[in-house]
Structure formats: structure tokens, C-alpha cells
């Protein structure tokens, strides 16, 4: 029990700063990628890595 209480603290902790990192990487929003990995750490980070980068465009006059 104690385990499981420990991987579900890790994830806690580990999945919003890994799911903010890799959303700043595609030019995603990392702060809330970061709350939804916090609140669902596994789905949010199969959900981060499984998408593409966005482009930004420069605004040219």
C-alpha cells in the first residue's frame, strides 16, 4: 500500500512538470498542460507526447 502511494505522489509531481516541459517544446499552453497533468498524469502525458508541434507564424508587415 505504501507503493502505491508513493507512485501515485511521483505522478503527482513528475506529470505536470513533464507535461509543461514537453507543451512549451510544440508551442502549447504549458500552464495548462500542466494543471491536466496534474489532475490526470498519465492520460495528459500519453495525450502531450501524441501530439504535433504547433507553428507560429510572424506577424510580417
Given at each position: 500500500?505504501?507503493?502505491?502511494n508513493?507512485?501515485?505522489?511521483?505522478?503527482?509531481?513528475?506529470?505536470?512538470?513533464?507535461?509543461?516541459?514537453?507543451?512549451?517544446?510544440?508551442?502549447?499552453?504549458?500552464?495548462?498542460?500542466?494543471?491536466?497533468?496534474?489532475?490526470?498524469?498519465?492520460?495528459?502525458?500519453?495525450?502531450?507526447?501524441?501530439?504535433?508541434?504547433?507553428?507560429?507564424?510572424?506577424?510580417?508587415?
Amino acid at each position: 500500500m505504501i507503493v502505491l502511494n508513493l507512485i501515485f505522489i511521483a505522478l503527482r509531481v513528475i506529470g505536470p512538470i513533464v507535461c509543461a516541459m514537453e507543451a512549451d517544446k510544440k508551442n502549447r499552453s504549458a500552464g495548462l498542460w500542466g494543471f491536466f497533468g496534474f489532475v490526470f498524469p498519465v492520460i495528459a502525458m500519453i495525450c502531450i507526447f501524441s501530439l504535433s508541434p504547433l507553428t507560429k507564424w510572424k506577424n510580417e508587415k
